[in-house]
């Protein structure tokens, strides 16, 4: 049995590596980078249930700013827009470092 629940151990973790993995390969893409932060997620406070809009403001080649426009995942489903500060890292990947909300009026 312990070999058992060890082995699905051993598994689980190297699935989530891969795809960790894979992900980060991805992110070399500024879009996929931040589509796949407002997208994905359990306990993502941004979440966003369908992205209507995504637009760069800003970028050098390391920094970049980008405002994001969709419908919130979180009933009962408001239009939301974000501002993103992302950064890229070391391997290429963009990474999302801050997020700040702006409102949105209903129309």
């Known amino acids: 049995m312990k070999k058992f629940v060890f082995s699905i151990i051993v598994i689980l973790l190297t699935i989530v590596i891969i795809r960790n993995i894979y992900v980060s ?3 070399t ?3 996929y980078a931040v589509e796949n932060y407002f997208t994905t997620g359990i306990f993502n406070k941004y979440k966003i249930y369908n992205m209507e809009d ?6 050098n080649g390391k920094d970049a700013f980008m405002t994001v426009k969709g419908i919130s995942s979180k009933t009962p489903h408001h239009k939301v827009e974000y501002t993103v500060f992302l950064e890229k890292n070391n ?7 801050k997020v700040y909300s702006n409102e949105v009026t209903l129309q």
């Open 91 to 97: 391997n290429g990947s963009w990474k999302v470092k």
């Open 29 to 31: 893409d500024i879009n």
């Open 54 to 59: 995504i637009t760069l403001s800003f970028s």
């Open 25 to 27: 390969k991805k992110c």
